[in-house]
């Protein structure tokens, strides 16, 4: 394992925004044990408009069946293999110079809460972007379905980051929170010096996910670019105790959620029973906004520690409003840059796929039972 590998890996996360891809340089060093990762290159893809609208339309169950669900499966693994293809050949790798993609495909249903059928319980999590499909037609090995195994062992099937955030995030001396904001934020909690026994993580609530739905609703925008529109809006407050009555924030871990919970139903639902129709949509952002600066920074003063350095990553870094807002609620945290700390904030995620498929090809657990509530640690994903 000490011979430096490339591998590829493929995210596309609850905004819904597009493919990051990113390929790295992975190895295990022989005589410390200790795992590097270098990220060589990094793209984002957005989606065609066609394959948007239709991911959109099944993950928000809006006039879609099996077939669109069937057909999204397949489309989506092309699109996965236009973004290999033209990462390759932008660094000029040929197939077999790729030891593997790891793909987490999309989530269209996160549904880990057992239910009981015909006597047996078990939850459930379903990914799309055929991996069969990817690899033939990217020529290349693909290692997919990471969260079935856990799930299958009785866990949440998320977060996966942590064990990529333990191994390339933690600090011998100083305690670490490890904070993606993507659709979803999650928390990695990395005491000084930890073992991954040690690790503890969760999802916090919506990252990006409410703020774009009502960017999109009342803007036409994808995104509220640099956090403007919340900015000039003021906080509006009965529509902010509604929301703060959420029980999964304040649920303890282990928890993870998505679109199952936090979409357009949600929004809608909040619009008709806790928002004055003449205010300005600036303060429904703003008010959007600070919920989830607050939620992210309640989760981490009921179980974290709100002292420890704040390492953040993903798109929400870059709303300067919602990290403004942050900041005020946690005061005494260092707030750093993951990309400070050699992991470039933006590519992250795409990261950690590649590291999982270096794991899974190597025979090594991908979960941390602490952090999913799994029973036992297992190696994630199928090889296609």
């Known amino acids: ?65 099996l077939d669109d669900i069937s057909y999204l499966h397949t489309h989506l693994a092309l699109a996965f293999a236009s973004c290999t293809a033209e990462i390759c050949s932008r660094n000029n790798l040929k197939a077999a110079d790729i030891a593997a993609v790891g793909s987490h495909g999309h989530t269209v249903r996160h549904a880990p809460t057992p239910r009981s059928l015909d006597g047996r319980s078990l939850g459930a999590t379903l990914q799309l972007g055929c991996p069969s499909t990817l690899a033939q037609h990217s020529g ?31 600090d011998q001396d100083v305690d670490v929170c490890a904070l993606n904001i993507g659709g979803i934020a999650n928390c990695t909690i990395l005491p000084g010096g930890c073992a991954p026994g040690d690790v503890r993580a969760f999802d916090t609530g919506p990252g990006n996910v409410l703020i774009d739905l009502a960017a999109r609703r009342f803007f036409g925008k994808r995104y509220d670019s640099g956090g403007a529109y919340a900015a000039a809006g003021i906080l509006a407050p009965h529509l902010l105790a509604a929301l703060q009555r959420e029980p999964f924030i304040a649920a303890p871990p282990p928890k993870s959620t998505g679109r199952e919970l936090f979409n357009d139903g949600y929004l809608n639902k909040l619009l008709e029973t806790s928002w004055q129709g003449s205010r300005a949509a600036e303060d429904l952002l703003h008010t959007l906004t600070y919920f989830t600066a607050w939620s992210i920074a309640e989760n981490i003063r009921q179980f974290a520690d709100p002292r420890a350095r704040l390492i953040v990553s993903g798109g929400g870094l870059h709303n300067s409003c919602l990290m403004q807002m942050l900041s005020g609620e946690l005061p005494e945290a260092e707030i750093v840059d993951s990309s400070a700390c050699g992991i470039p904030s933006d590519a992250k995620e795409a990261m950690c796929f590649a590291y999982l498929a270096w794991r899974t090809l190597h025979g090594l657990p991908g979960n941390i039972p602490s952090v999913t509530g799994a029973d036992k640690a297992v190696v994630l994903g199928g090889v296609y």
């Open 1 to 65: 394992m000490d011979t430096a590998q490339l591998f590829i890996g493929l995210m596309s996360g609850t905004s819904q925004d597009g493919i990051d891809a990113a390929l790295c340089r992975v190895r295990r060093d022989g005589d410390t044990g200790a795992d590097h990762i270098e990220l060589v290159d990094y793209s984002c893809t957005s989606y065609e408009p066609d394959l948007a609208y239709l991911l959109r339309a099944v993950v928000a169950e809006e006039n879609t069946g």
């Open 140 to 170: 290349l090995r693909v290692v997919a379905d990471f969260r079935a195994a856990d799930v299958a062992r009785g866990g949440q099937g998320a977060p996966l980051v942590p064990i990529f955030d333990h191994a390339f995030l933690r």
